[in-house]
């Protein structure tokens, strides 16, 4: 399995990203994939999963780990912590000093980015739904 970057600025690959949130999740609202930098992973060259990382908007120093998300029958194979991995070592050049990001009743992903690193913490302000874990890692 590989993981490679995408180019954004092609329409058909902002369709694949939302075709593929849409498969990984098929009852939440498809989010913005034309900002940021995104990553798709492929077993030969079918794509099984994704990732995305973003500018903060609150603060200059800092990215927020958006959606990723991996096909129910690639799952449990490290994926998830290959996506963070890659998006950090994008974040360190982009010279950002954090990375932060969210979960919501989901425990692999929130093991996945404990065993890369992260910690909970409370923000000042809650811009997410009640119970959303907050999380963020320094670099």
């Known amino acids: 399995m590989k993981i490679k970057r995408l ?3 092609l329409e058909e690959n902002i369709y694949l990203l939302q075709e593929m949130q849409l498969k990984c999740f098929a009852s939440d609202v498809v989010c913005d994939t034309t900002q940021g930098a995104w ?7 079918q794509p099984i999963g994704f990732g995305g990382v973003v500018p903060d908007l609150r603060w200059t120093d800092c990215g927020y780990l958006a959606r990723c998300g991996v096909y129910k029958g690639y799952r449990g194979q490290g994926l998830q912590k290959r996506f963070i ?6 974040a360190r050049k982009m010279g950002w000093k954090w990375l932060i990001t969210n979960t919501y009743h989901n425990h692999a992903s929130a093991n996945s980015l404990i ?18 874990l907050h999380w963020r890692k320094k670099l």
């Open 7 to 9: 180019d954004t600025s």
């Open 39 to 45: 990553w798709i992973a492929y077993d030969a060259d």
């Open 85 to 90: 991995r890659v998006r950090e070592i994008y």
């Open 115 to 132: 065993s890369s690193g992260f910690k909970l913490y409370e923000p000042s302000t809650h811009i997410w739904a009640k119970g959303t």
